[in-house]
């Protein structure tokens, strides 16, 4: 989710379900800014899903933005879910478009909703590890506060699917370091950015969020958007458009390479 301030009080009455946790690493950060390019089983399990038995095949560090379909492939991101309201109306949309998306999950919202977490996967779409309790300011902060919230949040997302691991971490706001994504990269999920970022989480209007795809994606693949801290109706209404608006540009749906 991109960085900003305003109406966060949502996450803030997650962080305190989200403590009692284990801290795994120590020392110091080094800010990476987002865009930088170095920088029981689940049911119907598909091959979109990676299963959590096993080991764990480390991914590239680097911040990933294509798309695995090539130049003519987007990638739908979805953050801070899943919640109840908003994200089976998602899962809808993207069902009756024939589109599979990356879910950027927290990990207190996967915890309260498990089902959902489930819904996501049984329907081919791939889990992102979100962090714990979307701190925008993490990188700022100790590595050994950056392995508890994503460390702590895969736990939770796996426990939550039932068994499935997440493909991807995304920093809350982009707030990247080189430990972060060195640590999600040895736990196989690989770092994931993104190109347009909608603002949906402003609440602009869905005629806007559908104006800022169509004026940013020559910018990249990757688009942002959000099931959860607030008001979605204009997310859900302006995936309504764009989606098949994709479809007629001539644009495949793929997932962000790994």
């Not at 598909?46 to 590239?60: C, H, Q, R």
């Not at 493909?167 to 430990?179: D, H, K, L, V």
Request: hydrophobic content about 35%; proline content about 7%; aromatic content about 6%.
């Amino acid at each position: 989710m991109a960085r900003h301030g305003g109406g966060r009080g949502w996450y803030g009455k997650m962080v305190g379900a989200a403590l009692g946790v284990t801290v795994l690493a120590v020392g110091a950060s080094v800010w990476t800014a987002q865009a930088d390019p170095v920088g029981g089983p689940s049911p119907k399990v598909t091959a979109s899903a990676t299963p959590a038995g096993g080991g764990v095949e480390p991914v590239d560090v680097t911040i990933a933005h294509a798309s695995d379909k090539g130049p003519r492939g987007v990638n739908i991101t979805i953050d801070d879910g899943p919640d109840p309201a908003w994200t089976p109306q998602v899962l809808d949309l993207l069902r009756e478009h024939g589109v599979k998306a990356t879910f950027c999950v927290t990990g207190t919202q996967a915890q309260a909703h498990p089902d959902l977490v489930k819904d996501v996967v049984a329907a081919g779409h791939r889990l992102c590890d979100h962090t714990v309790s979307h701190d925008t300011a993490m990188d700022k902060k100790s590595e050994a506060y950056q392995s508890q919230e994503i460390l702590d949040a895969e736990r939770m997302i796996i426990e939550a699917s039932g068994g499935v691991r997440p493909m991807y971490y995304r920093a809350p706001g982009g707030a990247f370091t080189p430990y972060s994504r060195t640590l999600a990269a040895s736990r196989g999920m690989r770092p994931l950015g993104w190109n347009v970022d909608t603002k949906d989480f402003e609440r602009p209007g869905a005629d806007a969020i559908v104006a800022t795809v169509e004026r940013e994606l020559p910018n990249g693949p990757t688009l942002l958007f959000h099931d959860a801290g607030g008001d979605r109706s204009q997310t859900v209404e302006a995936l309504r458009r764009v989606l098949p608006w994709l479809k007629e540009q001539g644009y495949s749906f793929g997932f962000p390479v790994r």
